[in-house]
């Protein structure tokens, strides 16, 4: 979905869909992104992370893509599950250390039984 | 192996008043970074600290907010005279530092203002 104001992107998909999560990076030289998951009233848990000498990565039911050409990253669910029903943060860093990160916005996702 | 902890889970507090926000880092993470979230929006850094120093605090308001990484004790967020605009869920993460820096969120604390 598209962003409007404050409002979040919004994906809602079936249990048992694929769900594909996008997110637009800005800056050319991060070498290191990662994807995080909240859960209502919870912190960001890790999901995935990947760094720019690949363009793909695989981990449990989920992938992550970078084209490094039109800065784009994305997360792949498989088979999604109403437990991955959260909000999907991408990061970078933004500075020297890992850990000062830059957050996107987030992406709602809702999965139906 | 406790997560990192973060106390209260939930504080109101009225106008002026000050706020104090706790974070226990994981065991053996010698670093520890505080970001702010704002109702749908995304995680705002705020500071980076490790023990006794405080590494990065550019993303801390210019006045009533500080922080603290003691030799001994958890990590202190203070924000005073809070006003309303200060209502935000305020988060904790910790690394182990030496090259791995992958994050550690605690489940945050819910600042109300009042």
């Known amino acids: 979905g598209e962003s409007v104001g404050l409002h979040l992107p919004t994906l809602s998909v079936q249990e048992g869909d694929n769900s594909i999560i996008n997110c637009a990076y800005s800056?050319?030289?991060?070498?290191?992104f990662i994807w995080y998951k909240q859960e209502s009233g919870k912190g960001p848990q890790f999901i995935i992370d990947?760094?720019?000498?690949?363009d793909k990565r695989q981990g449990q039911r989920v992938t992550v893509l970078l084209n490094k050409t039109v800065k784009h990253l994305s997360l792949q669910i498989a088979a999604t599950q109403p437990g991955d029903s959260a909000v999907y943060f991408c990061?970078?860093?933004?500075?020297?250390?890992?850990?000062?990160?830059?957050f996107g916005q987030g992406t709602i996702l809702t999965v139906h039984p | 192996n406790a997560g990192v902890m973060q106390n209260p889970r939930h504080l109101v507090r009225r106008r002026g008043q000050e706020a104090r926000l706790r974070c226990s880092p994981m065991?053996?993470?010698?670093?520890v970074y505080w970001y702010r979230q704002l109702p749908e929006e995304g995680l705002k850094f705020m500071v980076y600290?490790?023990?006794?120093?405080?590494?990065?605090e550019s993303g801390m308001p210019k006045e009533r907010f500080s922080a603290e990484f003691p030799k001994e004790g958890p990590s202190i967020l203070r924000i005073q005279q809070v006003v309303r605009g200060d209502s935000a869920a305020y988060f904790c993460?910790?690394?182990?530092?030496?090259?791995?820096?992958?994050?550690?969120f605690g489940s945050g604390t819910q600042l109300s203002v009042l």
């Open positions: 993460a910790s690394s182990p530092g030496f090259g791995n820096e992958k994050l550690f």
């Open positions: 990061a970078e860093p933004a500075g020297t250390s890992y850990g000062k990160l830059t």
């Open positions: 800056n050319s030289a991060s070498d290191y």
């Open positions: 990947i760094r720019s000498n690949m």
């Open positions: 065991k053996g993470h010698s670093h």
């Open positions: 600290l490790q023990k006794e120093n405080i590494i990065d």
